[in-house]
């Protein structure tokens, strides 16, 4: 993937990037309200990087060629044949020194707008209900609230036991 924007670009992770998604995914300001597994060591961010690459799920953001951020786009399911297989579900993170100043706002619209033309027909977030950041964005952004779902026991961080769905459809 090679999406360019204005001010970022989304592309591929590459290995080299490990220790800058390191800093930010074991930050708990980051990894908490994303609903990350903290980053423990550089090994788990090469691994985490390894499976973003096989995957092709997750991209870095990029500024200047610096990594500042991740987004991906996932897929319920691979079934052609299930209408799910042509709807996304996206998760994000930004390093905390470039919040509030447009760049995760500018990735989600490459994002989606890259979606809508790879012919997907609904766009799905899940947030923390108390994750007032990533609710403004995705409001902001043209995405509607649905509904909560609990999280299995396992999946659980913290004292988070609920998410939000939003959705967004494509642009008559």
Same mark, same amino acid.
């Given at each position: 993937?090679?999406?360019?924007?204005?001010?970022?670009?989304?592309?591929?992770?590459?290995?080299?990037?490990?220790p800058?998604?390191?800093?930010?995914?074991?930050?708990?300001r980051?990894?908490?309200?994303a609903?990350?597994?903290?980053?423990?060591?550089?090994?788990?961010?090469?691994?985490?990087?390894?499976?973003?690459?096989?995957?092709?799920?997750?991209?870095?953001?990029?500024?200047?060629?610096?990594?500042?951020?991740?987004?991906?786009?996932?897929? !319920?399911? +691979?079934?052609?044949?299930?209408?799910?297989?042509?709807?996304? &579900?996206l998760? /994000?993170?930004?390093? =905390?020194?470039?919040?509030?100043?447009?760049?995760?706002?500018?990735?989600?619209?490459?994002?989606?707008?890259?979606?809508?033309?790879?012919?997907?027909?609904?766009?799905?977030?899940?947030?923390?209900p108390?994750?007032?950041?990533?609710?403004?964005?995705?409001?902001?952004?043209?995405?509607?609230?649905?509904?909560?779902? !609990?999280? +299995?026991?396992?999946?659980r961080?913290?004292?988070?036991?609920? &998410?939000?769905? /939003?959705?967004?459809? =494509?642009?008559?």
């Amino acid at each position: 993937m090679h999406l360019v924007g204005s001010r970022i670009v989304i592309r591929d992770f590459t290995l080299a990037d490990a220790p800058a998604y390191f800093n930010y995914a074991s930050d708990a300001r980051v990894y908490q309200p994303a609903g990350m597994q903290p980053m423990r060591h550089i090994g788990d961010a090469e691994a985490a990087i390894t499976r973003f690459m096989l995957e092709r799920s997750d991209f870095a953001i990029t500024l200047n060629g610096r990594l500042i951020g991740n987004i991906g786009a996932y897929q !319920p399911t +691979p079934d052609p044949d299930d209408p799910e297989s042509l709807t996304r &579900e996206l998760g /994000y993170a930004l390093a =905390p020194d470039y919040w509030g100043q447009g760049f995760m706002a500018e990735a989600l619209e490459l994002l989606c707008d890259f979606l809508w033309l790879a012919g997907v027909t609904e766009i799905w977030a899940a947030v923390y209900p108390d994750n007032q950041r990533s609710i403004n964005l995705l409001t902001t952004h043209c995405f509607v609230y649905q509904y909560q779902v !609990p999280i +299995p026991m396992g999946l659980r961080r913290g004292d988070q036991v609920v &998410e939000a769905y /939003y959705r967004r459809l =494509p642009v008559a």
